[in-house]
């Protein structure tokens, strides 16, 4: 098995995991009302397994999958949940065997075409694939504002064209099976200005333009950011809208 791939994110692993928001638990337990059963889910792309802890809540096996071994090994040991480094297209799970896939905010680094292959192998008749991204979060207009123009014209260059994927909600990719159309979900966090800069330092365009330039741009960030958010050590609400892509595979 080849794990080559796009790694934006080994490097970084500890604060990616300390620094993902995480997904509504109305979420979780949607997709479950929609599985045949709720014996198996995988969680492809899992990262540190913040979808893989919400999904073991309402399956008895979740199977959890990074081609990151740096990733797998900073996620959470937690009964029910078994982690394998695998890449999406190749992910040596049994055939027909998986009620529920899921994908965060992963999908555009995968190699779509045959990843939709290994779904149509591993899931179930009448199985769910559930596939959501989410891109610029909102805190208040002003902040909003600053993070716009950071996300677009500080590091926007630095951004790997898959992120277009993302930005225009994975609208460009056609999904097999029947559509199902979801409620809105959102995530949602009470962070303060430290967690905020922590959370946007996770960004591969940061990495990316810290080593083209040999130097952070996380400090001017933080310092325009204190303009508004006042007393850094203040909560604030975080929100980001999810876009969900929901199919089932009818037969």
């Not at 792309?45 to 959890?64: C, D, M, N």
């Not at 297209?89 to 992963?106: F, P």
Request: proline share 6%; hydrophobic share 35%.
């Amino acid at each position: 098995m080849s794990l080559e791939f796009k790694d934006y994110f080994s490097g970084n692993s500890g604060n990616y995991k300390k620094y993902r928001p995480e997904y509504p638990a109305a979420l979780f337990a949607y997709l479950a009302s929609l599985s045949p059963a709720n014996e198996t889910a995988w969680d492809c792309g899992t990262g540190s397994g913040q979808t893989a802890k919400g999904l073991v809540r309402f399956f008895k096996s979740v199977v959890a999958s990074d081609p990151s071994r740096p990733q797998i090994e900073n996620a959470e040991e937690i009964k029910g949940i078994k982690y394998l480094v695998a890449t999406a297209e190749n992910s040596t799970l049994e055939n027909g065997k998986v009620d529920l896939i899921t994908v965060s905010q992963a999908l555009h680094w995968f190699r779509i075409r045959d990843f939709f292959k290994e779904v149509e192998r591993v899931l179930k008749p009448n199985g769910i694939l559930a596939v959501w991204s989410y891109n610029l979060l909102s805190v208040t207009p002003s902040i909003d504002k600053i993070i716009s123009h950071f996300y677009s014209k500080i590091v926007g260059d630095y951004w790997p064209k898959e992120r277009k994927l993302v930005e225009s909600g994975y609208n460009e990719i056609v999904f097999p099976f029947q559509e199902v159309t979801p409620p809105y979900f959102e995530m949602r966090a009470e962070w303060n200005l430290y967690e905020l800069i922590g959370y946007i330092s996770t960004w591969s365009a940061v990495k990316e333009f810290q080593l083209a330039n040999s130097v952070s741009p996380i400090d001017n960030l933080y310092e325009e950011a204190c303009q508004y958010w006042g007393e850094p050590r203040r909560k604030m609400t975080i929100n980001w809208p999810l876009t969900l892509k929901i199919r089932n595979k009818i037969t």
